[in-house]
């Protein structure tokens, strides 16, 4: 019993720490009132979230372009993350966007390309914690920025 209110203890340290030091960024959720440039969920079993956020430049051109989504699971399963853009990136132009960051103790780095989605799926324990962070790589030709993007994460 005093192993699993430790654990419980490591848990809520890390969940409240991921949520007081979310950086900032200068990607904004997409039809907000707000100005957020993170996103905090929390995943049980059969639910599921879509996030849509705007990506105003290329990451290299403006280091602070790019969107974080922090979230908490409770519940043995399957977690599943896609990405991809929502909007369109102008004629003869496309990006190459990624999405990195760790889901548990299991790494993510992915890439794709124009309207390319990217796709992870993984087993996860009881309870825990993900950063994900997405943003435009690089630009073809001269995409019609603000590109806004949607993020679907679901535990099943």
Known sequence: MEKKSVYAAIFLCAVAVAGLLAPPAGARPFGSAGDSNYNLLILTPGHSQTIMFELDDVIFNDSETFHACYFLWL??????????????????????????????LQPV??????????????????AGVGMLFSSIITGIGDPDFPVIMSMIVSHQ
């Open 109 to 126: 780095i992915e890439y794709a390309y124009n309207a390319e989605t990217i796709s992870v799926s993984m087993d996860v324990p009881a």
């Open 75 to 104: 519940g043995e399963g399957r977690i599943t993350v896609r990405v991809g853009p929502a909007s369109d990136l102008g004629e003869f132009s496309g990006a190459v966007y990624a999405t990195v960051g760790i889901i548990g």
